[in-house]
């Protein structure tokens, strides 16, 4: 079952910060988060694992609730390269597949 | 480092006609998923193998069928298309069951099919 994902499109102006929430109807195993730009890739952010872990890297941060049921991606003090569409990605568990989210686009501007 | 590399970057193919797309893992990984991306839409889940073995299997056509190689490649034929075929088809790779890490899931640049 697709996670659901919010807000579907944010505009932030550079230095704002965002929230991007990903749900799903049940605990899941893990959950990921990607960034893709038009025509590319998806790129890798991060995994959380654990309920209520929190994780994060320069100013992009995770977290799992307690339940793993939803996480949130939180960016502080956007910059322009931040722009893109957001994935959570829930998977099962093992070597199953990540299934995406709704996506979130994001657009940074000066 | 070594991504995971897809080939061809660009294929433009007639209605009908048959397109293999080639992908090869990063190395020592295992574990090959392919996804279809149409435009505007997220990523949807076609198929993928674990250790040559098909692991699962999403949204593929049955005009669509896939192997992973000895070496741990992967291709993705794809018979008969249509104009709705048209889309970026990823392939990605990650270490498999019993790394007690949580799959990363690794993509390739993807390749552009279009259909005509």
């Known amino acids: 079952q697709q996670p659901v994902q919010s807000p579907q499109a944010v505009i932030l102006r550079e230095g704002e910060d965002a929230v991007i929430n990903c749900s799903s109807s049940?605990?899941?195993?893990?959950v990921h988060w990607y960034r893709q730009k038009h025509g590319e890739a998806p790129v890798f952010l991060m995994i959380?694992?654990?309920?209520?872990e929190q994780k994060g890297h320069d100013k992009i941060s995770a977290s799992f609730n307690e339940k793993k049921q939803q996480s949130s991606l939180y960016l502080t003090a956007s910059q322009l390269s931040y722009s893109g569409t957001y994935f959570c990605?829930?998977?099962?568990?093992?070597?199953?597949?990540?299934?995406f989210g709704t996506g979130t686009k994001l657009q940074v501007i000066p | 480092a070594a991504g995971v590399i897809q080939s061809p970057r660009h294929l433009i193919k007639e209605k009908r006609e048959t397109a293999t797309l080639k992908c090869y893992p990063i190395?020592?990984?295992?574990?090959v998923y392919w996804y279809q991306q149409g435009p505007g839409q997220d990523p949807q889940f076609l198929i993928s193998?674990?250790?040559?073995?098909?692991?699962d299997k999403g949204s593929i056509p049955d005009r669509f069928s896939a192997q992973q190689f000895s070496d741990y490649h992967s291709e993705l034929n794809m018979s008969s298309l249509e104009l709705g075929d048209s889309a970026l088809y990823f392939c990605?790779?990650?270490?498999?069951?019993?790394?007690?890490?949580?799959?990363?899931?690794?993509f390739g640049e993807g390749s552009w099919l279009t259909v005509v």
């Open positions: 193998f674990y250790e040559k073995m098909q692991s």
């Open positions: 990605g829930i998977n099962s568990g093992g070597y199953q597949k990540v299934t």
């Open positions: 190395p020592r990984h295992d574990t």
């Open positions: 959380l694992l654990k309920g209520g």
């Open positions: 049940k605990a899941l195993y893990s």
């Open positions: 990605a790779s990650s270490l498999g069951l019993g790394q007690g890490l949580g799959n990363t899931i690794y």
